[in-house]
């Protein structure tokens, strides 16, 4: 079996902190989002390749973390996009990507966004117990959320019927963007593409294959995070602190009150302040100041501010001047 980890996206609804890195590397805990499929994926002995589908803007970003890393199994496998408008969407890059890597075993395809509470291993036995193409699936428990995902309809672990993005969304079980395809079905890629329909999202591509075959879901409880937006981000910190607080050895901390789910990383400096559901990159200095919800990036100086819901971005400066 081989694998292939989704990276090509440009997450502008990050921008700042994803302007210059993937999003896929915001850490959460010790760990970067990506980190968590990489060691499903490596453990796993049935996969013995890791494609890491990425855009050529990050091309050198994912080169530099894939030789640093203690992952053996990841190899990059570059988009020829540089920016978003570029895309040719998800469907048509892994159709590419199975024809420039010459794939042709069974295959698991992971958005390296997504941070999930399963073990892949346990995605890849019910795959081999169907013996058909499959998909991960959730309940968001939420209707508006539901809008914004594919949405399954399932008559036991059966899909029978999918509504992508719907306006009235019939319930609030999702698809997750984790896949797995036979080997013998890879080339139906080039055949659903042939025949002029949608090559963006790969729930159109399973909605499709499931109107010509069985495709089959594998559902999971606990947790799983969307990593696409600031809160999303900051709501999957708070589900690995559980609470608590992550202080990097080398952060220095004084005389600051720490609610809860905050995260402060190496080397940043944390002074006379009050931090709250936030996260502090390295080499940040924050003085006299109260955050709540917010996301500063690495070397950003605050100082004598209040904030709540901010983002800011790497190198910045914002003072009141006191």
């Not at 025949?195 to 999202?201: L, M, T």
């Not at 940043?268 to 500063?296: H, Q, Y």
Request: charged residues 25%.
């Amino acid at each position: 079996m081989k694998a292939v980890v989704l990276a090509g996206g440009y997450a502008t609804r990050l921008w700042p902190i994803t302007k210059h890195r993937p999003k896929m590397f915001l850490p959460v805990g010790d760990q970067t989002v990506i980190d968590t499929i990489f060691e499903d994926l490596e453990a796993d002995d049935r996969v013995s390749e890791v494609f890491v589908s990425t855009n050529e803007r990050f091309e050198e970003s994912f080169e530099t973390y894939i030789e640093e890393s203690p992952y053996e199994k990841p190899t990059l496998s570059v988009e020829d996009t540089s920016a978003e408008d570029e895309k040719f969407g998800v469907v048509g890059a892994l159709a590419q990507l199975i024809d420039r890597e010459e794939v042709d075993e069974d295959l698991v395809v992971i958005a390296g966004d997504n941070l999930i509470s399963f073990d892949v291993a346990d995605f890849v036995d019910f795959f081999y117990e169907k013996e058909a193409p499959c998909l991960a699936a959730y309940d968001v428990k939420d209707l508006d959320r539901a809008k914004s995902y594919g949405l399954v309809e399932l008559d036991g672990d059966r899909v029978v019927n999918f509504q992508e993005k719907p306006e009235n969304p019939k319930s609030t079980l999702v698809s997750i963007a984790c896949y797995a395809i036979p080997a013998g079905d890879l080339p139906k890629f080039d055949e659903y593409l042939s025949g002029d329909n949608n090559p963006d999202e790969p729930g159109w591509f399973m909605q499709w294959l499931q109107q010509n075959g069985d495709v089959f879901a594998y559902t999971f409880d606990d947790a799983w995070f969307d990593i696409g937006t600031p809160q999303s981000y900051l709501d999957a910190v708070a589900w690995y602190l559980e609470g608590e607080n992550f202080v990097h050895d080398t952060a220095t901390v004084t005389n600051t009150e720490l609610g809860q789910n905050v995260h402060v990383m190496a080397n940043a400096t944390v002074e006379d302040s009050s931090l709250e559901e936030s996260v502090v990159f390295p080499g940040a200095i924050i003085r006299n100041a109260d955050l709540k919800n917010s996301i500063v990036d690495e070397e950003t100086h605050i100082e004598n501010l209040d904030l709540s819901n901010a983002l800011i971005g790497a190198h910045s400066r914002l003072t009141n001047g006191q």
